[in-house]
């Protein structure tokens, strides 16, 4: 139980593009999931929460109007990367925590190369 | 600010040897804690958690950890490790009580690299 997908898995796109990532719970309805941003070799970043049916809260130096998210139902979210640029180009995580649970599930993560 | 540091960025170790990944965090509040691992182009999975209770908490793969709250550490170790163990081990601690949103705060992460 507990599993979180992602689509795609990688992508490759153009400079000044938009792309959209997909996180899904699978298997159990998430209240809460995350967006996260991992360079090579480095931790896991936060980049913003989001609740079901509310806007998303980003932290602190992530543009919100760059990096839109949003969380339409207990199941997806999704996170758009507008105009991407190459220095966007990373590794994107998500997680998914169920309603009054301390763990985060996370999926496999979206590998984002923009050329 | 919670903070969390994993003291060694790579931890070389050979097979069926024992092995200790360091973890401390700053708080000096309630805190949930965690162990992940990630394999190569993969996302994190849950090694192990520390809620409440029992300080030493066993996770999966063979893996434990214990938690310390005079030293606010939270090592994970395991006693014999195999070639299949080589990945990246991320700590992460939560405030509790916590808000809504139950952030994760991660440590930077060590490499364990387990050679033959």
């Known amino acids: 139980g507990a599993v979180v997908s992602q689509h795609p898995s990688r992508v490759i796109c153009k400079s000044g593009t938009s792309v959209k990532i997909e996180c899904r719970s699978l298997?159990?309805?998430?209240?809460?999931m995350f967006w996260y941003r991992q360079f090579p070799k480095q931790s896991l970043m936060l980049m913003a929460t989001?609740?079901?049916?509310?806007?998303?809260?980003?932290e602190q130096g992530v543009e919100k109007d760059k990096f839109l998210i949003n969380h339409a139902s207990l199941t997806l979210s999704t996170l758009t990367v507008t105009s991407a640029h190459p220095e966007d180009s990373s590794f994107y995580i998500c997680?998914?925590?169920?309603?009054?649970?301390?763990?985060?599930?996370f999926g496999p993560g979206t590998r984002l190369l923009v050329l | 600010a919670q903070s969390v540091t994993q003291l060694d960025s790579q931890v070389p170790v050979f097979e069926e040897a024992p092995v200790e990944l360091r973890c401390n965090y700053s708080?000096?509040?309630?805190?949930?804690l965690f162990w992940y691992v990630q394999y190569p182009n993969q996302g994190l999975q849950l090694l192990l958690k520390?809620?409440?209770?029992?300080?030493l908490v066993k996770g999966i793969n063979g893996f434990e950890a214990e938690f310390n709250k005079s030293q606010t550490s939270f090592h994970l170790r395991k006693p014999s490790v195999h070639i299949s163990d080589t990945a990246e081990y991320f700590c992460?601690?939560?405030?509790?009580?916590?808000?809504?949103?139950?952030?994760?705060?991660f440590g930077s992460g060590t490499r364990l690299l387990v050679r033959p």
């Open positions: 997680s998914a925590r169920i309603s009054h649970q301390e763990t985060q599930y």
């Open positions: 298997d159990f309805q998430a209240t809460t």
């Open positions: 989001s609740n079901e049916g509310s806007k998303a809260t980003y």
């Open positions: 708080s000096s509040v309630s805190v949930y």
């Open positions: 520390y809620l409440s209770g029992s300080t």
């Open positions: 992460a601690v939560s405030d509790r009580p916590m808000d809504s949103s139950y952030k994760l705060i």
